[in-house]
């Protein structure tokens, strides 16, 4: 964990604020790779995950929040009490969405504040000479963060802004036809996200090449949940987990420490190995082709089809 000061705080757009965040103590901050987040601990004992968005020459980190009223009440906090001079604790970079080194050719894909983790990368690759284009999708360019950043540096040629205010795109004019070594890179939130998959899959895009992080997931429908059990292959111990109440929930009463951060299965921090059964996988983080294999879970979300499942712990 790193203490942090609120070196600065700016609006980028009406609703999304900028932070930078340096070391309280004056050290180094350790250095992210584009694409890397970080969890950002708020003084209201929310944990929330940002991606970095720091500029090449800066020694801060910078991140980008947008208020959304009617959340958990992460973004909210960020917006109206947190102010320049405050410490706060975040964890050190962690990068679940890396660019591929194996990509000739890369293709971003953000939509809303979906850009800041494609920003970093986009500014990587333009500082490598590497091909790559920029398709950002905002509803108008007021409310596009980063726009002047974007249009007042070597980015501009490489970039496509497509204004919606209903937020419809034509993803067959964004998503180009596949070829071995071009990376599609998406982070937007969660129907675009498929969208954009459903669009590139539809082209016979490899799944290998095609790259998405989600910042929020589609409201998950718990209208079906059941009853099921646990067991932990440790112990051996076997607990009910209830139609309303999660197997966090019931991990927690019992005394394991999972890690969380965002509890509704985007970030992967709950992460759990799966021994047996049959997960009904409801988290964004996995892919379709994690979910089948069947040997992990996110306990924050997830629930059994199976009668029992047997967790790694
Ligand atoms: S805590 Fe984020 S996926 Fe479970």
Do not use: G
């Given at each position: 964990m790193i203490q942090v000061t609120i070196s600065k705080k700016s609006p980028?757009?009406?609703n999304i604020c900028r932070l930078n965040l340096s070391a309280t103590d004056g050290s180094q901050l350790p250095k992210a790779t584009p694409g890397s987040h970080i969890d950002v601990h708020l003084p209201n004992d929310i944990i929330r995950q940002y991606s970095l968005c720091s500029e090449a020459d800066s020694s801060d980190y910078e991140i980008a929040v947008l208020n959304e009223p009617q959340g958990r009440g992460g973004s909210k906090y960020v917006h109206e009490n947190l102010k320049v001079g405050d410490t706060i604790t975040i964890s050190e970079p962690k990068n679940l969405f890396p660019l591929s080194s194996d990509a000739k050719n890369t293709l971003l894909v953000a939509a809303g504040i979906g850009i800041t983790p494609i920003l970093s990368m986009a500014e990587y690759l333009l500082q490598q000479g590497a091909n790559f284009s920029l398709h950002y999708c905002v509803k108008s360019p007021e409310q596009a963060a980063y726009i002047e950043r974007i249009k007042n540096s070597g980015l501009a040629p490489h970039t496509h802004f497509y204004f919606s205010e209903n937020g419809r795109v034509n993803l067959s004019d964004v998503?180009?036809?596949?070829?071995?070594?071009?990376?599609?890179?998406?982070?937007g939130p969660a129907e675009f996200n498929d969208a954009v998959i459903a669009c590139a899959s539809e082209k016979n895009w490899q799944a290998e090449n095609i790259h998405r992080e989600y910042?929020?997931?589609?409201?998950?429908?718990?209208?079906?949940?059941?009853?099921?059990?646990?067991?932990?292959?440790?112990?051996?111990?076997?607990?009910?987990?209830?139609?309303d109440e999660s197997i966090l929930n019931v991990l927690e009463e019992k005394g394991y420490d999972i890690p969380v951060a965002c509890e509704e299965g985007v970030c992967g921090t709950c992460l759990t190995g799966l021994l047996a059964g049959e997960a009904d996988h409801?988290?964004?983080?996995?892919?379709?082709?994690?979910?089948?294999?069947?040997?992990?879970?996110?306990?924050?979300?997830?629930?059994?089809?199976?009668?029992?499942?047997?967790?790694?712990l």
């Open positions: 980028l757009t009406q998503i180009q036809t596949p070829y071995d070594d071009l990376h599609l890179y998406v982070c910042f929020t997931a589609a409201a998950i429908d718990h209208s079906d949940d059941e009853s099921f059990e646990i067991e932990i292959n440790s112990t051996s111990d076997i607990f009910r987990v209830s139609a409801k988290d964004v983080f996995l892919t379709d082709q994690e979910h089948a294999k069947m040997d992990q879970i996110t306990p924050c979300c997830s629930r059994a089809k199976s009668a029992r499942l047997k967790l790694d």
